[in-house]
């Protein structure tokens, strides 16, 4: 098994930007497809994108296309997301996920999550 933390998270002007991380530790990381997903106040968690093991492919929903880029390290256990142009709807505690069906969207497809990390957008 693989466990993961979040980090980056915070507070930051709509506009602005940020850069998540998400360290591995266990298993070997790059056995796993990685994804963020993150969870609104008062909503269910959603779908934010997915990589594949080796990094060379990626979706993302509609909502971030064009602003957010994740990527992974595989030499240094870690995934990222870069966050650009920020906007308060994107306010939600952000988690990384791994599991072994590559480019899933859907939480059932992964088998283990990081501890989430806030990251607030102000207007």
């Known amino acids: 098994q693989v466990q993961l933390v979040e980090s980056g998270g915070g507070l930051v002007q709509a506009g602005g930007s940020l850069r998540l991380s998400c360290a591995a530790s266990g298993r070997t990381f790059s056995y796993y497809a990685m994804a963020w997903f993150r969870q609104a106040p008062g909503k269910e968690r959603e779908f934010v994108t997915a990589?594949?093991?080796?990094?060379?492919?990626?979706v993302y929903a509609d909502s971030v296309e064009g602003r957010f880029t994740i990527s992974r390290d595989n030499a240094k256990n870690t995934m990222y997301l870069q966050m650009h142009n920020l906007k308060p709807e994107d306010t939600a505690v952000y988690y990384c996920a791994a599991g072994t069906i590559s480019l899933a969207t859907t939480e059932s497809n992964y088998d283990y999550w990081g501890q989430g990390t806030q990251v607030t957008v102000s207007s």
């Open positions: 990589i594949t093991r080796s990094g060379g492919n990626t």
